[in-house]
T-cell receptor
Framework: GENVEQHPSTLSVQEGDSAVIKCTYS??????FPWYKQELGKRPQLIID?????GEKKDQRIAVTLNKTAKHFSLHITETQPEDSAVYFC?????????FGKGTMLLVSP | NAGVTQTPKFQVLKTGQSMTLQCAQD?????MSWYRQDPGMGLRLIHY???????DQGEVPNGYNVSRSTTEDFPLRLLSAAPSQTSVYFC??????????????FGEGSRLTVL
């Protein structure tokens, strides 16, 4: 089955800095790569996703890049704000199921 | 739309007891799934369903049972609770079919403690 590795497990930045979270996947058949944000005590919510026929996607301060050859995808957050503090999960969808990475706790200090 | 509704939100069980976590969605989603979330382990898939009458195992299915008699409902049954099943459980559904992409909508979660 699919295996998704996510790094780092914890990331601390100052407000205004950029944050980058990286993921790798194992199944070359995976074709959909979403990112979810989970605030403390809340449910995960989709923040951005990318499909295998696209190399990069941006939505305001967040962007995702995909390198299918290397089986890497990354989340980039620019101009971080305290409200960006949360756990972020990457995921990859293969045949029918979504496999998640173990998560990155992002801490943004004012 | 209420989205994905899970009950109960909190439950304490004794070892060996059984219980059912309920999940319902009102978005006419074909795909439904159950994940468990443990510290440092991310979200791990327990069971999933691609439509009424069809269920399949995920990564960590042992000790759990599911059924899908209607499109709306996907209950998760713990047959004989064990302390290792202490976790937060999320039900999630998707509009897309089995081989398509699509946003996964999560319920609020159910926190289960097994003593």
């Amino acid at each position: 089955g699919e295996n998704v590795e996510q790094h780092p497990s914890t990331l601390s930045v100052q407000e205004g800095d950029s944050a980058v979270i990286k993921c790798t996947y194992s199944d070359s058949a995976s074709n959909y790569f979403p990112w979810y944000k989970q605030e403390l005590g809340k449910r995960p919510q989709l923040i951005i996703d990318i499909r295998s026929n696209v190399g990069e996607k941006k939505d305001q301060r967040i962007a995702v890049t995909l390198n299918k050859t290397a089986k890497h995808f990354s989340l980039h957050i620019t101009e971080t704000q305290p409200e960006d503090s949360a756990v972020y999960f990457c995921a990859a969808r293969g045949y029918s199921t979504l496999t998640f990475g173990k998560g990155t706790m992002l801490l943004v200090s004012p | 739309n209420a989205g994905v509704t899970q009950t109960p939100k909190f439950q304490v069980l004794k070892t060996g007891q059984s219980m059912t976590l309920q999940c319902a969605q009102d978005m006419n989603h074909e795909y439904m799934s159950w994940y468990r979330q443990d510290p440092g382990m991310g979200l791990r898939l327990i069971h999933y369903s691609v439509g009424a009458g069809i269920t399949d195992q995920g990564e960590v299915p042992n000790g759990y049972n599911v059924s899908r008699s209607t499109t709306e409902d996907f209950p998760l049954r713990l047959l004989s609770a064990a302390p290792s099943q202490t976790s937060v459980y999320f039900c999630a559904s998707s509009l897309a079919g089995a081989t398509n992409t699509g946003e996964l909508f999560f319920g609020e979660g159910s926190r289960l403690t097994v003593l």
